[in-house]
């Protein structure tokens, strides 16, 4: 019989769970008289599943973590891998611009499976918080915008209530790149709005203008006259916007229409 258990010593048959032999009297361990069928059938286990692992793993592919690399650097490694990536791109705490610091998948996977396409994630810039630096003077708002890293750019214009060299606009506030540029308006002094003339009577433009400290100049008016024409109107005007008070104003106007006499023929 097959599964018969025998003496190791003696080879007499014994009992399955007998713990000494009848015939010589050796004494068994306790696994020593387990059948044999178990450990073949554990020890044929084993070599399949080797042998599964050595015919997957020939197959499988190993996806390289890219994390540090560039972006160019790392398509280019996954691309000899065959494999498909997307990118995604956001401001990060501590991570130069275009290098990737995470990634979806990384180690080994059969080809073709559904991991594809992988996601690349890389820095668009190491982020900050842009100060804000209106009100400040001028130097205060650069020592501001470049303690955090950020540069500047300044035009300047005169404004209504600002006294000269007083930041009055950026264009950027809250998270930005490091290294963005912020570009800030800065008064050049307090000035007066010129209101739009066009359309209006000269006379009546010299006068409004003049009121709020403004100088005027007109040109195309009638001839070698002192006064204008009531049907007169301002066609052009130089400046426009916020100006220094005691600023000239160039005004145009449209020459008078000339007056012809009737002329009755009888």
């Not at 209006?200 to 433009?205: G, I, L, Y």
């Not at 709020?212 to 007169?232: C, K, P, R």
């Not at 426009?240 to 009737?262: C, F, H, K, V």
Request: proline share 5%; hydrophobic share 40%; net charge negative.
């Amino acid at each position: 019989m097959i599964d018969e258990l025998r003496c190791p010593k003696c080879n007499s048959a014994i009992e399955e769970n007998a713990i000494y032999c009848p015939h010589c009297g050796s004494k068994f361990s306790k696994h020593g008289n387990k059948p044999r069928k178990s450990i073949i059938i554990a020890v044929v286990l084993v070599i399949i599943i080797l042998l599964v692992c050595a015919v997957l793993s020939s197959r499988l592919v190993t996806i390289p973590s890219v994390v540090g690399k560039t972006r160019e650097d790392a398509a280019a490694l996954l691309k000899e891998k065959g494999v498909h990536v997307e990118f995604v791109t956001e401001l990060t705490n501590n991570v130069e611009e275009n290098i990737v610091y995470k990634q979806s998948f990384s180690g080994l996977h059969l080809p073709n499976s559904n991991i594809e396409p992988i996601t690349l994630y890389v820095s668009e810039g190491i982020a900050v918080e842009c100060p804000v630096v209106e009100g400040l003077t001028e130097q205060q708002a650069i020592q501001a915008l470049e303690s955090v890293g950020l540069k500047h750019s300044i035009t300047r214009q005169y404004t209504t209530d600002l006294e000269k060299g007083v930041v009055f606009r950026q264009n950027q506030k809250g998270t930005v790149k490091s290294g963005s540029v912020v570009a800030l308006s800065i008064s050049k002094g307090i000035g007066q709005i010129v209101a739009d003339q066009i359309g209006k009577n000269p006379q009546q433009a010299i006068d409004e203008l003049s009121a709020n400290g403004f100088n005027v100049v007109v040109h195309e008016y009638a001839d070698g006259a002192d006064i204008f024409s009531e049907s007169q109107t301002i066609i052009g005007q130089d400046k426009t916007g916020i100006q220094p008070l005691g600023e000239t104003i160039p005004l145009e106007a449209n020459r008078p229409s000339l007056q012809i006499p009737s002329i009755d023929i009888t």
